[in-house]
Structure formats: C-alpha cells, structure tokens
C-alpha cells in the first residue's frame, strides 16, 4: 500500500471533518442568537414597537456572533442608539433590560446551540 495514498485519505477524511465541524458550529451560532433576539425583543419596550422589532445579528468575524438593535434617535451631537440610552441613562428614559436579559437567557441560548450541534452531526 503506498503511504502517499493513505496520507492524502487521512488529509481529506480530516478537512471534510473540520468543514462539517465549521458548518454546525455557524449554524449553531444562530440558533443560540435567535433565541437572545426572541427574548431581547419579548423584554424591549412596546411604546411603538419599532424598537422590539429592530434587534438584529451581526456576522462580523467567522464563529463569532453579534446581537445589536438597530434603531437610532437624535441626540445632542446627532444619531445615537437608543439601546443605549434605555440601558445606560441615568434619567427618565432608562429602562435597563439588556444585560438582564441576555443574563437571563444564557442557559436557553446554550441549550439551543447544543440542540443544534446536536442535529448537524
């Protein structure tokens, strides 16, 4: 048996295997990021529900997820978020929900990125 052929079979059984690992790992990311979006969107404020509606993901970098709201006011020096000003104002428009919330969802968000591992292999 030529060890140049068992070397190249060994090479392509471990690249399909770390293509498949790199595919349920993004796919289990997501899961994982909806289930923060469904929440954040469940605690946001409902004056308008344009706010609740304005949760998004980002996909920046490779296995990496980012949850943002998108939704913008004017403020003093123009456009802010105004994720940032219920979170973090000190006056009457702060409502903090975010960190608790992403605190509350930590073990839902990791059941379903094992849920979801779990399928994709």
């Not at 929900?97 to 990791?110: C, G, L, M, P, Q």
Request: cysteine-free; aromatic content about 6%.
């Amino acid at each position: 048996m030529d060890i140049n052929l068992i070397d190249k079979a060994i090479g392509d059984i471990l690249e399909e295997y770390a293509d498949l690992t790199f595919k349920v790992t993004d796919k289990s990311l997501d899961a994982g990021a909806k289930v923060l979006i469904k929440n954040l969107k469940a605690a946001s404020p409902k004056d308008s529900g344009e706010f609740a509606k304005s949760w998004k993901q980002g996909k920046k970098y490779k296995l990496r997820r980012y949850v943002g709201n998108t939704k913008m006011v004017n403020g003093k020096k123009g456009e802010v978020p105004l994720s940032n000003i219920l979170e973090y104002s000190t006056g009457k428009k702060a409502r903090p929900f975010i960190k608790r919330t992403h605190e509350n969802s930590v073990n839902e968000i990791a059941n379903a990125i094992i849920e979801e591992v779990k399928r994709g292999i």
